[in-house]
């Protein structure tokens, strides 16, 4: 049985804030919709994508209310948490239109709220009143989803995840320091605020190296030692996982007891209330991955995808057995893995995409002993920054992708000014997914990478987002996307039937 991971305290805030949101809920109709991903998956374009598609009318033939015509009108509105700063939309789709970069990544959590007005598909609904539905978007870093999971581990299981991924041969690099003083520092000597200080600066600068590594590990628990804001300083965020634990309890007052009672007071003060304040309030989810930039990096990078999407379906996972169902009271019903970044492949490796992120998913899924029931998986791409054509290569039509490389990208030695267009042959990814995983052989107690199985050789550079024409009016056309209304149709298409 899952142990209760909240107090009697926490149950009871959980089932009043929705109980509040459910009476809010029958005069004005809404539906929180999570949106999350994993390092530079492209969290903010997404939303940023999705509410300038509504607004503007932008070309969504999936998305059944729109195509059909039952959406009469679309507009932003005040959101529902005061005490939540709002999503900077306008600034983020200025950066994209206007000025063409791609805006900042999320550092805090943010929320907007989008109403659409619509007639229903029942005749019988319209009979008594014109629908309208409110998508309140929370916005909010994938290290905090990330983060979830601590509330099951204590200090001992967390020092020793911690240690295992930082001893990774992609990782061991970044992490000698920190694993060095660790050793040296000794969990059972006395208790030392300078030590804890210099453990906790080392540790944070390993984090920050893997986050900043092209290799680009996924997992990087605490989260909040990427991005302290106002906790900087504080004991909350000054501790270390430590090596080597020795059996039994930490001795009173040893350096052990103090890492142990601060990583306590992180999952308390930092962890819990996100849970019980936001989290647990969501009914719909979004989780975006850059597949294609672990596919790039090596059968390492990959496999740490597939242990951080674990960690993330952990946190999803339904029924009398899941750790987080102490927790819900309102259940988060539809949860979308989404790979990202579509474009920079041509269409005909799209469903390759699809079928790879979906079998790490299924992998991830029988990692943590649940079968992925209920999850949607798909690629897409926010916005879509390049086109498609052919060129003749050596007599041959190769399909390639066209865009604008952002300013300093280099490809075959020449250096793009972040003007000039150019056609690149991204590659091709396998149709079995098997072929990258057989690179990946595990081990009892270890991994193991076999170095014959060779992986696909792919090209990928980072591209502006694309230049929009504009109407007879003066009106610039909505942000092309690929499958974004696949996605919309999925995730809340069915609240405006």
Known sequence: MAPNLTSFKDDALIALDNLTDRASGLVNPSIRLGVTGLSRAGKTVFISSLVHNLLNGGRLPVFEPVRSGRVSKVRLEPQPDDAVPRFQYEEHIAALVRDRIWPDSTRAISQLRITLDFESASGW????????????IVDYPGEWLLDLPLLAQDFRQFSNNAVARARASARAPLSADWLTLAASAGST??????????????????????K??????????????????????????????????????????????????RYEAYKKHVVSPFFREHFARLDRQIVLIDALQAINNGPEALLDLEQALADVLACFRAGTNSWLSSFLTRRIDKVLIAATKADHLHHESHDRLERIAARLVERAAASIGVSGAGLEVMALAS?????EATVNHDGHALPVIVGTPISGEKINGELFDGEKKTAIFPGDLPENPEVLFKAIEAGTGATAFDESVRLPELSFVRFRPPHLEETGGGLKLSVPHIRL?????????????
């Open 125 to 136: 609904n319209r009979l008594f009143s014109p629908g309208r539905l409110s998508l309140d």
């Open 189 to 210: 000597a006395v208790a030392d605020e300078a030590s804890a200080r210099r453990l906790a600066e080392s540790f944070t600068d390993y984090l920050k190296a893997c």
């Open 212 to 261: 900043a590594d092209e290799r680009s590990p996924s997992t990087l628990p605490p989260g909040r030692f990427l991005m302290p804001g106002d906790l900087e300083g504080s004991p909350a965020l000054t501790f270390s996982p430590l090596p080597d634990l020795p059996d039994g309890r930490a001795p009173k007052g040893s350096l052990w007891a103090m890492m142990e009672r």
């Open 383 to 387: 916005v879509r920054a390049t086109r």
């Open 485 to 497: 209304d696949r996605a919309m149709q999925f995730l809340f298409g069915d609240r405006l039937a």
